[in-house]
């Protein structure tokens, strides 16, 4: 008997709910007048306000292509057609040990007229995801690997430049008098090889 009386309190403490048919059968007032809306905002709608929604959306994009982040960087490898693996170097300091450690992430750039070569020092800047793993490209070569080295002077014209500064190259000239010296002994030893 206890477990007749328990089934009774259990069907008694649910509440009556109407079943799926009569859900279907019985339209709520929300779905007229939800169906009646459109059509009133259509009639209502101006036509140029669809023109400056987009010239809103336009500027929008502009502003936040200009928000676009930057970073520049070492080309380490060029392999790939259109794809240039770009290393970026940072300085931070150890949260703990508060030493400054060199951090460096390499990230592949799209390179869309394929001149940027391994060792060019690029300027990069977020875009579109070009593919699974490229979302930057080379906005512009800072500098080729070889142009600096042949913009460089040679080592033999700085020696000759600092020795000039420090006055080195009095101290090695040779005094006048010897130089007349070696100049005499050198025409003597010429002439007594042709004679």
């Known amino acids: 008997m206890p477990e007749k009386k328990t089934a009774k309190r259990a069907t008694e403490a649910r ?18 007048s939800t169906a009646a809306k459109p059509a009133v905002r259509r009639a209502a709608r101006k036509p140029a306000e669809p023109a400056r929604a987009a010239t809103a959306v336009a500027e929008a994009q502009r502003a936040q292509r200009g928000r676009r982040k930057t970073r520049v960087g070492r080309v380490v490898s060029a392999k790939t057609p259109k794809t240039v693996i770009v290393q970026i170097e940072r300085l931070r300091e150890h949260p703990l040990y508060k030493k400054v450690i060199r951090v460096r992430k390499r990230v592949p750039a799209h390179d869309a007229n394929g001149d940027v070569k391994a060792g060019d020092l690029v300027r990069i800047q977020e875009s579109r995801p070009f593919s699974a793993t490229k979302r930057w490209q080379v906005v ?34 040779k005094p006048e008098r010897e130089t ?16």
């Open 180 to 195: 007349s010296e070696v100049a005499a002994e050198e025409a003597e030893g010429i002439e007594e090889e042709q004679g």
């Open 140 to 173: 512009e070569v800072l500098s080729r690997l070889g142009e600096a080295y042949a913009a460089a002077p040679e080592s033999g014209e700085i020696e000759r430049a600092l020795e000039e500064t420090e006055g080195v190259t009095e101290l090695l000239a």
């Open 15 to 32: 509440p009556a709910t109407k079943t799926l048919r009569s859900r279907k059968s019985d339209p709520s007032p929300r779905t007229k």
